[in-house]
Antibody, heavy 120, light 110 residues
Framework: EGQLVESGGGFVKPGGSLRLSCAAS????????MTWVRQAPGKGLEWVGR??????????DYAAPVKGRFAISRDDSKTMLYLQMNSLKIEDTGVYYC???????????WGQGTTVTVSS | DIVMTQTPLSLSVAPGQPASISCKSS???????????LYWYLQRPGQPPQLLIY???NRFSGVPDRFSGSGSGTYFTLKISRVEAEDVGVFYC????????FGQGTKLEI
């Protein structure tokens, strides 16, 4: 059974940077599209961005609020997914989940999430 | 952008009773391949979301058959035939036709 474990969350001041990691196991990671979803405190789910598998081009796509500030990357040799977050804003505060993105099932495997707090 | 609108935003249901949640999209979610990119998730308190239904009406592995999805085009419904205590949480619909977007969530209480 697939497992995703996020790490790297923490406290950061506005304008700062943070890199989140997601360790994958039990899945065909190199063939998987991967997605980040976030959830502000007490709010709903918000899609952050997606990276395709390298065999499908390895391209990325981002939600408008994070485009130009966030970057998703992957290391298939380590089965790791990353989210580099720059120029952080208070409204980026929340729990960040990594998920697999199956062509049929959608976002089918989720990690437990890692918490990012942006505050002065 | 495709906007997803759920109703109601909250509902309280007695155990054993049915429940229904609606989800409307601002554009048709029908793809050129004939599939419809509409999914349902349940987020239990303190837990990450879990997939219930994919492509409108298909139950994901391990999901009880009391959950069912239906709809087409821009209007979709999630039904629970008999609510159980473990169903407490927030239900979200999600579209994946044009990037991804979620409904606001529907909180189910027992």
């Amino acid at each position: 059974e697939g497992q995703l474990v996020e790490s790297g969350g923490g406290f950061v001041k506005p304008g700062g940077s943070l890199r989140l990691s997601c360790a994958a196991s039990g899945i065909a990671f190199s063939n998987s599209w991967m997605t980040w979803v976030r959830q502000a405190p007490g709010k709903g789910l918000e899609w952050v961005g997606r990276i395709k598998s390298k065999i499908d081009g390895g391209t990325t796509d981002y939600a408008a609020p994070v485009k130009g500030r966030f970057a998703i990357s992957r290391d298939d040799s380590k089965t790791m997914l990353y989210l580099q977050m720059n120029s952080l804003k208070i409204e980026d505060t929340g729990v960040y989940y990594c998920t697999t993105d199956d062509w049929e099932y959608g976002l089918d495997v989720w990690g437990q999430g890692t918490t990012v707090t942006v505050s002065s | 952008d495709i906007v997803m609108t759920q109703t109601p935003l909250s509902l309280s249901v007695a155990p054993g009773q049915p429940a229904s949640i609606s989800c409307k999209s601002s554009q048709s979610l029908l793809n050129s391949d004939g599939e419809t990119s509409l999914y349902w998730y349940l987020q239990r308190p303190g837990q990450p979301p879990q997939l219930l239904i994919y492509e409108v009406s298909n139950r994901f592995s391990g999901v009880p058959d009391r959950f069912s999805g239906s709809g087409s085009g821009t209007y979709f419904t999630l039904k629970i035939s008999r609510v159980e205590a473990e169903d407490v949480g927030v239900f979200y619909c999600m579209q994946r036709k044009q990037q991804y977007s979620f409904g606001q969530g529907t909180k189910l209480e027992i």
